[in-house]
């Protein structure tokens, strides 16, 4: 019904910047919060950073003021720029959406991941 395709993950040196897009496609009636999370190996996934329909953001601790999350909702299209990156940054990045197919029917829908590899 619905797919989270992301894009622009890869290797870069620490203190560069990437940028990681997600597109939502499919079965869209409204987006609520996208996000994104990531998850280390051998570690839990964990929240980076989410937005509201209404341009609210959360941000973890450790990505405060490095990170930027941003959505284009006419594109249903959610953005993360990840500035001054450290090696402790080096994980699996998943986008996450809340979406509604109907104005009462939805769930919570997952991209496929994207590696980020923080490294010189």
């Known amino acids: 019904q619905v797919q989270l395709v992301e894009s622009g993950g890869g290797l870069v040196q620490p203190g560069g910047s990437l940028r990681l897009s997600c597109a939502a496609s499919?079965?869209?009636?409204?987006?609520?919060?996208m996000g994104w999370y990531r998850q280390a190996p051998g570690k839990e996934r964990e929240l980076v950073a989410a937005?509201?329909?209404?341009?609210?953001?959360t941000y973890a601790d450790s990505v405060k003021g490095r990170f930027t999350v941003s959505r284009d909702n006419a594109k249903n299209t959610v953005y993360l720029q990840m500035n001054s990156l450290k090696p402790e940054d080096t994980a699996v990045y998943y986008c996450?959406?809340?979406?509604?197919?109907?104005?009462?029917?939805?769930?919570?829908?997952w991209g496929q991941g994207t590696q980020v590899t923080v490294s010189s």
């Open positions: 996450n959406a809340n979406i509604l197919h109907t104005y009462y029917y939805g769930g919570d829908y």
């Open positions: 937005i509201t329909s209404g341009g609210t953001t």
């Open positions: 499919g079965s869209i009636f409204r987006i609520n919060a």
